[in-house]
């Protein structure tokens, strides 16, 4: 990549805004920006340097590479397919990168529509949450065309700390589903373990320094077991994030027909959470379903 690119940043959310800030800092792109609240993209404006957008058109119209980080397959149907979506204001042969964590439907359904215009579709979502698109380390896991991934690694890289090729489109995305399912059972397990030592009176400091070492460590107990003890939460992640990707994850297990009985467990917990006014706490306050059902 000898020399800069026209790259479309689309999603300006709790992690696009830092995502799209590193690949402005990173020099790679002349970048162009598009949010759907005007106010997020002028207030980004004033931090980074990019062309801030009024519209999806003029955003996409030149791009080599467009990306984009919104919420659910409904926001991405929208952005796309709408009367005013980027759909056909895309240049031929350019390449579209989805950081968004959506359904493998939709992936393969965006992968074939865009191949009839000759924009390669890579679904690409990512995992380590606001902290991590906020330091640059997020984890990427993509499908699609191999070989256009790794032309656009040097944007990808400059908010991430590794990118994995899952293998053929919508790859991405089931690897997502797996990463989400493995989080909701280590939060379950996590907040038994930790509601058990609250009512035997185990010191939980001293608790999570002995196990954290060991076998039972996970970046859960790490990063969430000393806030979940003093129950807080307001740590980037929320719920009804969670309950739309287990969604996803339930769903397609349905055309697997893998047994998720565990995540629709957990699932089931923080659509009860989410009723009981906790839609946007971060995930770990799965240990408030007990105290809060009795």
Known sequence: MNKKRNVAFIGLGTMGYPMAGHLSMSGLANLRVYNRT???SIKWGKEY?????SSLEKAVFDADVVITCTGRDEDMM???????GIYSHLKEGS????HTTTSYKLAKHLNQSLQSKNVTFIDAPVSGGEAGAINGILSVMAGGDQTELESNSLLVESYSKNISYMGESGYGQLAKMVNQIC?????QGLSEGLLFAEAENIDVDSLLAAISGGAAQSWQMVNRGHTMHQREFDFGFAIKWMVKDLGYCIDQAKDNETNLTFTKEVYDRYVNLMDKGHAYSDTSALMLFDELNN
Do not use: R
Not at 49 to 53: A, H, N, Y
């Open 38 to 40: 005007m106010e997020k």
């Open 78 to 84: 929208e952005i796309v397919f709408s009367d005013n």
């Open 183 to 187: 989080i909701a059972g280590l939060l």
């Open 49 to 53: 340097d990019g062309e801030i957008c």
């Open 95 to 98: 390449v579209f990168i989805d």
